[in-house]
């Protein structure tokens, strides 16, 4: 009878691969896919972290529009989805946030949701949470940026080599959530493009660099940016999924 791993692994999930935590080793390690780990690692415990490639966001900006039902804010989710990408949205898993003033949905796109379950079953891998990567990020900013964390107005930039998770937040409600693609996976262009997105922010407000995958870090002449790791890493830094 196999025994269950008591301790807590992490998987980062994109489109091409996996990026692995076992638990209580500090290295990364790369894989094909979950359940190629999930069989190697049968009896775990671990959380799954979704790259942005893997998730689509809609922020509900009304603050009258009546969403507050969970059902209601799927079924308004899915119609927005479907406008800009196709039928085949409508039947893309749908998690949501719902706090006062505060409304999201996620949709996984490039990701079977049931196959996944299916085979942590099979490898009796017990799935703690399944979150997108902005998600786990905005919790690790107060260990990993205080300052940022402590400002009522910020932004964070969260980097997969050329896609961008931009979020802005104003007093801890996330005021702007959209995904945008570099021309190149550079810092330079990394750097035009925060430019552009920050227009909406007070010019006093800080913001957060993090991620990986693009072919330099810096030098960032903008004096707002706030950049912990650098940028040009293979992987995922532990600090950003880790959590």
């Known amino acids: 009878m196999a025994t269950r791993d008591k301790r807590m692994s992490h998987l980062f999930l994109r489109a091409d691969g996996v990026t ?6 500090d290295e990364p390690v790369a894989g094909e896919s979950a359940e190629t780990w999930f069989a190697a690692h049968r009896g775990a415990s671990v959380r ?7 998730t689509r966001q809609i922020l509900v900006r009304d603050p009258e529009a ?3 039902d969970e059902d209601t804010l799927v079924a308004w989710a899915r ?6 990408h196709g039928s085949g949205a409508l039947t893309w898993p749908v998690a949501t946030w719902i706090a006062p003033g505060q409304r999201i949905a996620c949709a996984l796109h490039g990701i079977d949701l049931g196959a996944l379950r299916a085979a942590a079953v099979r490898h009796r891998v017990r799935l ?3 979150e997108p990567a902005w998600s786990v990020a905005l919790r690790s900013i107060g260990r990993c940026m205080p300052d940022l964390h402590d400002a009522p107005r910020h932004a964070l930039a969260l980097v997969e080599s050329e896609l ?3 979020v802005r937040r104003e007093s801890g409600r996330v005021v702007e959530l959209t995904q945008r693609r570099l021309h190149s996976p550079t810092s330079a262009s990394l750097a035009a493009l925060v430019a552009e997105l920050a227009r909406s922010l007070p010019d006093e407000a800080p913001i957060g660099l993090a ?4 072919a330099d870090s810096g030098p960032w002449l903008d004096l707002r940016l706030n ?11 532990s600090q950003w999924v880790v959590t």
């Open 128 to 130: 703690h949470s399944i």
């Open 66 to 68: 009546p969403l507050d």
């Open 48 to 54: 799954i972290v979704l790259g942005g490639g893997l």
């Open 20 to 25: 692995a935590w076992r638990a209580g080793i």
């Open 164 to 166: 961008v998770t931009w």
């Open 79 to 84: 119609h927005q989805l479907a406008a800009y």
């Open 211 to 214: 991620g990986y995958g693009l």
């Open 227 to 237: 950049v912990p790791t650098p940028l040009d890493l293979a992987s995922p830094p």
